[in-house]
């Protein structure tokens, strides 16, 4: 079970505007940050024969501003599924705070509320920014945490248990059995994949009445 989170960076329109002049130590967390995300991102999940990124990554980064004139510059489109805000922070963010500490940046967690929220300001002595991980909250009634399925075929044995246990009847066994990938990581389908319509196939056989039984239910279907 997964939630799925939401990577944004807040900073003063000073520093905003420094960034969009060039000034490449003001954007050194910004280009830090988008490099181990997209990094992290460069790995594609195969279904129904079409490449799907695990997360979506803005090509051009979209900002808003809230009410105090501070910017909020968010980094994914697609929510970013993992079990917890720390795992999260270790997969996709660890390597980007490792480079910018070793270039003279400060890295203090300001809010730790896991598995929900984690803040971390970033500064030196000229820029001070702030890396918000936020659960996104889909608000549903009968699923008030947000709290969805992810399976890693890597490492399933098609038991079925899961389907049995699920208390919204939200999974189902089926006769799909093209789950090759060319990553370890393109087995591990989130949320969003699980809710694709699979590919439908029958099972290979070499016994030729098989064959035919299994033509004429996918005729009836």
């Known amino acids: 079970m997964v939630y799925a989170y939401d990577v944004s960076l807040q900073l003063d329109e000073n520093a905003y505007h420094e960034i969009i002049r060039g000034n490449q130590r003001a954007s050194e967390p910004l280009d830090e940050i988008l490099k181990s995300m997209q990094n992290a991102e460069s790995i594609f999940s195969i279904r129904n024969g079409v490449s799907h990124p695990l997360m979506v990554v803005y090509p051009d980064l979209k900002y808003s501003k809230n009410e105090d004139g501070t910017i909020v510059i968010k980094f994914n489109q697609e929510p970013l599924w993992e079990h917890r805000s720390d795992l999260l922070t270790?997969?996709?963010?660890?390597?980007?705070?490792?480079?910018?500490?070793?270039?003279?940046?400060?890295?203090?967690?300001?809010?730790?509320?896991?598995?929900?929220?984690?803040?971390?300001?970033?500064?030196?002595?000229?820029?001070?920014?702030?890396?918000?991980?936020?659960?996104?909250?889909?608000?549903?009634?009968?699923?008030?945490?947000?709290?969805?399925?992810?399976?890693?075929?890597?490492?399933?044995?098609?038991?079925?248990?899961?389907?049995?246990?699920?208390?919204?009847y939200a999974l189902e066994m089926s006769s799909d059995i093209e789950l090759s990938s060319l990553a370890r990581q393109g087995l591990v389908y989130n949320p969003l994949a699980l809710a694709t319509k699979g590919i439908s196939t029958a099972p290979p056989s070499t016994n030729p009445i098989d064959s035919i039984y299994g033509w004429a239910r996918s005729r009836l279907k």
Not at 94 to 112: H, V
Not at 150 to 159: A, E, L, S, T
């Open 90 to 168: 270790m997969k996709y963010l660890s390597s980007s705070f490792r480079r910018l500490e070793s270039g003279g940046w400060k890295i203090s967690k300001t809010i730790d509320k896991a598995p929900d929220t984690e803040v971390y300001e970033i500064s030196n002595n000229d820029y001070a920014y702030k890396l918000t991980i936020e659960k996104r909250d889909f608000k549903l009634d009968q699923n008030k945490k947000s709290y969805f399925p992810q399976v890693d075929y890597g490492r399933c044995v098609f038991c079925g248990f899961c389907v049995d246990a699920c208390p919204f």
